[in-house]
């Protein structure tokens, strides 16, 4: 009750700042150990910043001006295409999953070639490119020696677009156009599975990509003989 009564005292952006962090996944890099050989190590500078961002704070000594002409801000930053932040941040999360998928599954590839179109009728909006490719193939993650494509999106929840949407309509929104573009495309003509691992800048996960990584913990936990809390943390 008395959470409730603050976050209703907040300015509406501190709000949705609050109401962002809550999203599952959005604070487990608070409690990481900060382990310098896996990259987890923050700077003071870095680590404040990233609090900052956290709750909408303002940080200091932002540049006037971006590169590409506008204004320079936070929310600017996280989707202006000048200066390769969006490619980087997207290439970065495919290659950690195609790596830990490599524990657990065969044939992993990133960026693989779909097969092109041989007469498959496809849905309206698919992606029928005959050089269309997906983030990720892995096979048997889902069904043993299935064949399961993984496609990556990060978006921003407070692009001027989302402003007036919901988190989870926001999710809802990008996990349907995956889908739209590439499950029946995979489905026919690869006869295999699609699963859209759609994220926010602020660290929240769609709920495909929570069923992907609850059964990417499962199968890691297994072969290490871990326990799945554990490994899903």
């Not at 009564?5 to 809550?22: D, G, N, Y």
């Not at 997207?90 to 960026?111: G, P």
């Not at 929104?173 to 006869?191: F, I, M, T």
């Not at 072969?223 to 799945?228: F, I, L, S, V």
Request: proline share 3%.
């Amino acid at each position: 009750m008395q959470c409730e009564q603050v976050r209703e005292s907040l300015p509406s952006k501190t709000e949705r700042a609050v109401e962002l962090t809550t999203e599952k996944g959005a604070s487990n890099w608070l409690t990481v150990i900060p382990i310098k050989e896996m990259n987890f190590n923050l700077n003071k500078r870095e680590f404040r910043d990233a609090i900052k961002l956290r709750y909408d704070w303002e940080i200091a000594d932002l540049p006037a001006m971006c590169t590409c002409g506008d204004l320079f801000t936070v929310d600017h930053a996280m989707v202006c295409r000048h200066g390769g932040l969006i490619i980087q941040r997207h290439n970065e999360i495919r290659d950690l999953e195609a790596e830990m998928l490599r524990m657990v599954c065969t044939d992993v590839e990133t960026e693989p070639v779909l097969q092109e179109i041989t007469g498959e009728e496809l849905n309206r909006g698919a992606n029928k490119a005959p050089d269309a490719r997906l983030d990720v193939h892995a096979r048997g993650f889902w069904d043993r020696q299935q064949s399961a494509f993984f496609d990556v999106r990060v978006c921003h929840p407070n692009a001027d677009s989302y402003r007036e949407l919901s988190a989870k309509q926001i999710f809802q929104l990008h996990e349907n156009e995956k889908k739209r573009q590439y499950s029946r495309r995979v489905l026919e003509v690869e006869q295999g599975t699609f699963t859209p691992l759609v994220f926010t800048s602020t660290g929240g996960m769609a709920d495909e990509c929570k069923r992907f990584h609850s059964r990417l913990a499962e199968l890691l936990a297994l072969k290490k003989g871990d326990d799945y809390a554990t490994t899903i943390s």
